[in-house]
């Protein structure tokens, strides 16, 4: 029973180290081709496959849709830093946002965390703020504040690292219900809609660009273009 109980969990680690490194999946939502960035109120630009608005007249009002989905509202979540400190995503309405889904095993996640860095050094003045939330370990069970800690310390981040210690808050930020896909990164607007999102860690140009935009300020080009 041992001998099986180890290779289940040697296949699993196999196969999300491949969803992790391998190509990403998820496409690159491209921006208007003449440089704006789409207005989340615009119900008629952002029809579902039954003609329906995937946005409200009320940007993430009460009964605004939300979802993982460009134009749809961004779920909330209440995570603690490698301090104990609770970070809570709507309390930040009002600042364009970063969301970067990561795991302590995923080297692609760990390449793109310069980048990320760089940006909220640049930015993190004109109301831009990156959040990286580490998913469960492949094989420790739910992240920890340990983790967090440890990640602050590899990344020298200075931008808020929070842990999924429950378990349960990648999935409501997984796009598979089936399996956490990271690095997943989102981008929400200041009104709490998500407005781009990309899988792996050669978006970072694309990343900013869009960032930039939303704040409306110029593009300072700090990232790192190796996967560009």
């Known amino acids: 029973m041992d001998s099986f109980a180890g290779g289940v969990r040697m ?3 196999l196969i999300a180290l491949l969803a992790c490194t391998g190509p990403a999946e998820v496409p690159d939502v491209p921006l208007p081709t003449d440089g704006t960035v789409p207005d989340p109120t ?16 009320v940007p993430c009002g009460p009964d605004a849709p939300v979802g993982l989905d460009e134009f749809f509202c961004a779920p909330d979540f209440t995570l603690p830093d490698h301090n104990g400190e609770l970070h809570t995503l709507y309390d930040h309405r009002g600042d364009v946002l970063l969301v970067d ?16 860095e760089r940006m909220f050094q640049a930015y993190g003045d004109d109301g831009f703020e990156v959040f990286t939330f580490l998913a469960q370990d492949l094989f420790a ?6 983790d967090a800690g440890d990640w602050v310390d590899a990344t020298k981040a200075t931008h808020p690292v929070v842990a999924d210690t429950t378990g349960k808050v990648q999935w409501e930020w997984s796009r598979d219900p089936n399996n956490v896909v990271i690095p997943m990164t989102y981008i929400i607007d200041q009104d709490g809609v998500i407005i781009w999102f990309g899988a792996g860690d050669h978006h970072a140009p694309r990343m900013e660009e869009v960032v930039a935009e939303l704040l409306g300020v110029p593009n300072q080009k700090v990232v790192d273009h190796e996967h560009e």
């Not at 615009?42 to 007249?57: A, L, N, R, V, Y």
């Not at 069970?141 to 340990?146: V, Y």
């Open 42 to 57: 615009d119900t008629q630009t952002t029809p579902d496959e039954t003609g329906t608005p995937s946005t409200t007249d």
């Open 11 to 13: 296949w699993t680690g």
């Open 141 to 146: 069970g739910p992240a920890t504040l340990q």
């Open 101 to 116: 889904m990561v795991g302590m095993w995923c080297h692609s996640c760990v390449e793109l965390a310069p980048s990320l």
